[in-house]
T-cell receptor, first 109, second 111 residues
């Protein structure tokens, strides 16, 4: 099956700092989503981005499908950004997702 | 829309008991997914349905696990008999062809 690798596995930031999270995948995909799992365990949709670039407030994402990677940018980080960020990809029909192992982010004051 | 609704939020049961997890997908979505999250294996797909029909159950770990979708607004995941290694957070998700949305999960503890 398709492999999804995320880096870095862990990240500690001071509030206000910027960061870039990376997701590499082993095969062509037609679905890519970024999620934030908050400290209460809820999976929150950030982006549906199989290709191209999107922005939502302090967050933006870029997927280069031909090179099999996606990047999530977090600017001016806040303590509420803490949690685990997952990249998930899908291919073919059905829209079933394969998840990466996540990036654990902690934002400190 | 209220989003994907799962119940119960927490379940503690004794080994050997039957456990039933429930999910109500977002209205109008035609695909429903069950995922399991553990520290060791991360988030993994157990089974998915399209138009209420099971399409891929290759992720179901054992015959002790079964899932049904009797109609477009309801699905169940049953574990019988339950074992301590089944302890995990179980997520239900739904989609309409593209973006998938997840419920808040059921935290299952089997003692």
């Amino acid at each position: 099956g398709i492999q999804v690798e995320q880096s870095p596995p862990d990240l500690i930031l001071q509030e206000g700092a910027n960061s870039t999270l990376r997701c590499n995948f082993s095969d062509s995909v037609n679905n890519l989503q970024w999620f934030h799992q908050n400290p209460w365990g809820q999976l929150i949709n950030l982006f549906y981005i199989p290709s191209g670039t999107k922005q939502n407030g302090r967050l933006s994402a870029t997927t280069v499908a031909t090179e099999r990677y996606s990047l999530l940018y977090i600017s001016s980080s806040q303590t509420t950004d803490s949690g685990v960020y997952f990249c998930a990809v899908g291919r073919g029909g059905g829209n079933k997702l394969t998840f990466g192992t996540g990036t654990q982010l902690k934002v400190e004051l | 829309d209220a989003g994907v609704i799962q119940s119960p939020r927490h379940e503690v049961t004794e080994m050997g008991q039957e456990v039933t997890l429930r999910c109500k997908p977002i209205s109008g979505h035609n695909s429903l997914f069950w995922y399991r999250q553990t520290m060791m294996r991360g988030l993994e797909l157990l089974i998915y349905f399209n138009n209420n029909v099971p399409i891929d159950d290759s992720g179901m770990p054992e015959d002790r696990f079964s899932a049904k979708m009797p109609n477009a607004s309801f699905s169940t995941l049953k574990i019988q008999p339950s074992e301590p290694r089944d302890s995990a957070v179980y997520f239900c998700a739904s989609s309409w062809g593209t973006e998938a949305f997840f419920g808040q999960g059921t935290r299952l503890t089997v003692v």
